[in-house]
């Protein structure tokens, strides 16, 4: 915490916090943040009366203001937080805290009440905050405060454990920040600022700071296509202090000036209004329930002609836009299909539409869309994607202000999210109108978790309230505004205001659908209409608008069809119920557009035998010069006639209505007083009820607020023992405790695997306990040390072969220093003695090498004295021998050379980790044949191949250097009696390659095979080396996860078998 902010201690601002269940946490994340700023702070939270609470000492862990619990009459302090008593209510006045006992029985409404007295007290000093919290206390209180020029703040719903009283609050428009309760304090220090601003303006303040601001707000609009003259004042102070902040300007009037002189200013201050937070599937839940509720069902209704619309208002920089347009196109696939899909993104910030238009964004965005959705709808371009053209098709961005252009029309879903928070509530009541219009009926209506609908929710039905999800229920009506200036806005709202068209299907659209439709056409009717009893519109078929009169659709058949039209279908309809079969009636003269038509009428009855009310009639309607053929019983449209028999079809309508009417009321007058009884009494209840379920509410409430304070102590409680249980839990290393009587007291989990101790064996003295410990002084070395409080260290192996660094450590008691046992600790070192035994190996092989490399060099460098001796001799005595020493002395060299080469593929080979890779066996085969051609023709020897392998996947230069190694052996080991042959075949065995080198050479003593792989061995002393060119080719197949075995007869000649490693798959 830091101080901060200006002292007002003259007239402090009070900041009352209404909490209750789940408001704990709430609490205690807001002071974690909250400065010593010169204000006061009042907690009002929903207390048990019959519980002591913790909260004074819980909240003092959170915060360096002092806390105190308020008293009757005590005078508030700046720098303090004061809680409200358990069973009191409190109010304000004068700085003064009040206290009234709780009036049993009754809905406990205390933060209303604090709040009420507080906007009274203190005017526009006074700050409210509404936490968690279930029910609705604290939402009428928020009224008084902004009546009175106060400053409400309400929890994100989102982040509070119970969303009842955030909700609430924020349904009533009067609140001016969301937030969470860490960012509540930072909201809290902006607004004392920008009270400090009004504060700093001579004469009267508040004219000034308004004057001020309409002229920024005036610059702007001047400068720029940009208005904000509709934002909340809360949050253009917010921006423009932030500004000031940044140009280090102290009063309004001097940014005033200040912007008047820099236009780029203008500029950043608007782009500081415009809010472009967003991301892909910005509250992912929020989506799931598009993706699985909303866009499924929209695309059930639609027929394959029809297009998916959507508009998504103030789409920022486009991610929502796309978002929805990958749920769509998911959707579309997975229902096989193809509709036509246009999402409108609109923003008044052309900067962000620019970069929606372009589709390119960082890479950042992995962390919002699965790899499956990249991969299908973006491009990788560098550090960035693209999004696909087949997805950009979708949608258009367009340059739109909801507030003064004409809305786009005939939406499925509108996406309106976190905009309405920002604009006045006047001008909230006006964009939800306007989007209501825009709607079909049972069209969506998705706004932010912090938005509500304020008097527009009678159009609407809730489909998720978490998540502000609505379903339009109702037809809007005629929506005409006088605001917008957009030109020829009359024409196009006229055409906007022609036939409401009903929702083309109220079923699933399907096959079905298209074939009623070809029905139609080949029948020879333009259009089809369904109706019931009551002539309300069921389904529609055709052309059907061609015969509807252009006003408002009410869905009552012969309220919509002109006059003539409407006697004549009328007509028809009752001769059809009247006989139950079809009626017809042909050349009915009607008017619209001021022009005659002439029509022919169709009707169908489809009445039950059972219930006379239900049914339904088919009205069919076409063109005079159709070609349809009528039946008999349809007859010629006669006026005078048909208008006659519409009147008489009226008063029988109206004769029956009435004798029905008299039998109903009768029936309602008996009833009625029954009726009126019981709705007494149920209101009696109703009433009743509603009181117990408002105790029990606070009542829950005071449970839920007092098990937090518990749950809070137990955890601080549990801490302690946690810590200490996770080091058992977690340590691998086996411990033991054991007290001054050899008593085993705990041990961790290692210990069991380790040392085969059971659960069993606490209690129970150490020397009684099997272990499989090889080391029979253990007891007496834990003895010594408890008498001596020495530690000891010894090593120490169990039957299982593993090996431990044991130490003894006394248990020494803090308190009095007193030694209550050992801490006996065993440390797993066997692979310490593993890599020890290994190293002594690898020394004693070391030994051998340096040996063997002593005596290998040893003949070579005697040799190279003698021939130099002897080069000098011959030399000095110029002798014709001299060039057959050079040549011996060459010879000597060389194999020196080798010596060294060989030498250098030991260590290389130890260290080198080689990729393995495809190679073509052939092709390297022939390689080496190429190579070694030479030798091969001086020795008449031949290579035979059978592979039926050919591709085997290991390092290539190590396979060259194995096959270098083993055919080079098998010309060194030839036998002297034949010619040398070798043959070398592949085959597949078990999913793994074996590769066989055969030939008819010397042969291996059977005593010598075991070691032919040894590093400095040699199976024969006739031919030169170090013996490590089968030690080096067994060491490369071994690390790569193959054998390599050798079979020999003396004699006869060797075979050597190389298993390459398993998964050796093209």
Not at 638 to 656: F, M, P, T
Not at 762 to 791: A, L, M, P
């Amino acid at each position: 915490m830091k101080k901060g902010g200006k002292n007002y201690e003259k007239e402090p601002y009070i900041i009352a916090i209404g909490a209750s269940a789940g408001g704990m946490e709430a609490i205690h994340l807001l002071f974690d943040h909250t400065p010593e700023d010169g204000v006061a702070y009042v907690i009002i939270q929903h207390l048990s009366p019959d519980h002591k609470s913790f909260m004074s000492e819980l909240l003092a862990k959170h915060s360096k203001l002092k806390i105190t619990v308020a008293e009757n009459e005590m005078f508030v302090e700046t720098n303090h937080v004061y809680l409200m008593p358990q069973g009191k209510n409190m109010t304000i006045k004068n700085r003064r805290l009040f206290l009234t006992d709780l009036k049993p029985y009754q809905p406990n409404k205390s933060i209303d009440v604090f709040f009420d007295s507080l906007a009274e007290s203190h005017k526009e000093k006074s700050i409210a905050v509404i936490l968690s919290g279930t029910g609705t206390d604290g939402t009428k209180g928020i009224a008084a405060i902004k009546r009175n020029g106060g400053f409400v703040i309400v929890q994100d719903p989102q982040s509070a454990k119970f969303n009842g009283m955030p909700l609430s609050a924020i349904d009533t428009g009067h609140v001016d920040a969301i937030l969470t309760p860490d960012l509540i304090p930072e909201e809290i220090i902006t607004h004392l600022k920008s009270q400090d601003l009004e504060d700093d303006i001579s004469g009267n303040s508040n004219e000034d700071l308004e004057s001020d601001l309409l002229k920024i707000l005036e610059l702007i609009q001047k400068n720029t296509p940009l208005d904000f003259s509709d934002y909340k004042r809360p949050t253009i102070v917010r921006r423009i202090i932030l500004r000031m902040a940044k140009n280090k300007i102290a009063s309004l009037k001097e940014y005033v000036s200040f912007l008047e002189t820099h236009p780029s200013e203008i500029s950043n201050l608007a782009k500081e209004f415009l809010i472009s937070v967003t991301k892909f599937f910005r509250d992912k839940e929020a989506f799931e329930v598009i993706q699985k509720k909303v866009i499924p069902e929209i695309i059930d209704n639609k027929l394959q002609v029809d297009t998916f619309k959507v508009w998504v208002v103030g789409c920022a920089t486009g991610e929502e836009a796309y978002s929805l347009a990958i749920l769509i196109s998911e959707c579309l696939s997975e229902r096989k299909k193809n509709l036509e899909v246009k999402i409108f993104a609109s923003d008044i910030d052309k900067a962000a539409l620019q970069h929606a238009s372009k589709g390119i964004y960082p890479a950042r965005i992995e962390n919002d869309i699965s790899q499956e959705r990249l991969s299908k709808f973006f491009t990788k371009q560098g550090d960035h994607y693209r999004v696909r053209d087949h997805l950009r098709k979708m949608l258009i961005f367009a340059d739109h202000d909801i507030v003064k252009q004409p809305p786009y029309g005939k939406m499925d879903l509108i996406s309106c999210r976190n905009l309405l928070i920002y604009i006045n509530p006047i001008l909230q009541k006006k964009i939800l109108t306007s989007l209501h219009f825009c709607l079909n009926l049972g069209g969506y209506l998705f706004l932010g978790p912090s938005e509500s609908l304020g008097e527009a929710k009678k159009s609407f039905i809730e489909v998720n309230k978490k998540w502000r999800i609505f379903k339009s229920i109702e037809v809007a009506r005629n929506f005409r505004d006088t605001t917008y200036s957009t030109p020829g806005l009359e024409r196009q709202l006229e055409s906007i205001n022609q036939v409401s068209t009903p929702p083309k299907n109220t079923e699933k659209g399907n096959l079905l659908d298209l074939f009623n439709h070809s029905l139609l056409e080949l029948s020879g009717f333009e259009a089809a209409i369904w109706i019931n009893r009551n002539f309300k519109i069921v389904q529609t078929l055709g052309n059907y608008e061609k015969y509807l009169l252009p006003k408002l659709f009410n869905f009552n058949l012969l309220e919509m069809l002109p006059e003539e039209l409407s006697i004549a279908t009328s007509t028809t309809i009752h001769q059809a119920l009247k006989n139950n079969k079809e009626a017809g009636v042909k050349k009915v003269i009607f008017h619209k557009d001021d022009k005659p038509h002439a029509v022919n009428v169709f009707v169908k009855p489809f009445l039950s035998d059972i219930d006379t009310v239900s049914g339904y009639f088919l009205v069919l309607f076409s063109d005079d010069k159709s070609k349809k053929v009528f039946r008999p019983e349809t007859v010629d449209f006669e006026k005078e006639a048909q208008v006659i028999e519409y009147i008489d079809n009226l008063k029988e309508e109206l004769s029956e209505t009435k004798q029905k009417l008299t039998e109903v009321n009768h029936a309602l007058e008996e009833s009625n007083d029954n009726i009126s009884s019981y709705n007494e009494e149920l209101i009696s209840s109703n009433e009743e009820m509603q009181s117990v379920n408002e105790e029990l509410q606070s009542v829950n409430e005071e449970l839920q607020t007092v098990n937090n304070e518990y749950q809070l102590k137990i955890k601080e409680l549990a801490e302690l023992n946690d810590e200490l249980n996770n080091y058992f839990k977690s340590t691998i290393s086996a411990q033991l405790y054991v007290d001054q009587d050899l008593v085993l007291k705990k041990f961790t989990p290692s210990a069991i695997k380790q040392i085969n101790l059971k659960e069993s064996d606490v209690g129970r003295v150490i020397s009684d306990i099997t272990t499989n410990i090889r080391f029979s002084t253990v007891i007496t070395d834990i003895q010594k040390v408890i008498t001596s409080s020495e530690v000891i260290e010894k090593e120490v192996q169990t039957l299982d072969g593993r090996w431990y660094q044991m130490m003894g450590i006394p248990y020494v008691r803090q308190q009095d220093n007193r030694n209550d046992g050992v801490i006996i600790t065993f440390n797993d070192i066997t692979e310490l003695k593993k890599i020890q035994d290994k190293l002594s190996k690898i020394n004693d092989e070391h030994k051998t090498f340096i040996y063997s490399v002593s005596h290998d060099l040893r003949g070579p460098l005697a040799n190279l004295r003698t021939f130099i001796s002897l080069l000098k001799e011959e030399i000095e005595q110029g002798s014709n021998d001299l060039l057959e020493l050079v040549n011996m002395t060459d010879k000597s060299v060389a194999n020196l050379n080798t010596i060294v080469r060989e030498l250098t593929d030991v260590v290389k080979i130890e260290s080198e980790i080689d990729v393995p890779e495809w190679v073509n066996l052939k092709e390297l085969l022939t390689e080496i044949e190429s190579v070694l051609k030479d030798i091969f023709v001086n020795l008449n020897s031949k290579i035979n191949y059978d592979l039926k392998e050919s591709r085997i996947q290991f390092s290539k230069k190590n396979l060259r250097s194995i096959l270098f190694n083993i055919l080079s052996n098998a010309m060194k080991y030839r036998s002297p009696e034949r010619d040398l042959v070798v043959n070398i075949r592949t085959e597949k065995s078990d999913g793994q390659i074996i590769l066989t080198i055969q030939d008819n050479g010397l042969g291996i003593e059977e005593s010598e095979r075991s070691k032919i792989f040894g590093v400095f061995h040699r199976a024969h002393d006739h031919v030169e080396g170090i013996g490590v060119g089968l030690y080096l080719v067994k060491k490369i197949i071994n690390n790569a996860g193959g054998d390599i075995e050798v079979e020999s007869e003396v004699g006869k000649g060797s075979s050597f078998k190389i298993y390459f490693p398993k998964s050796q798959e093209s």
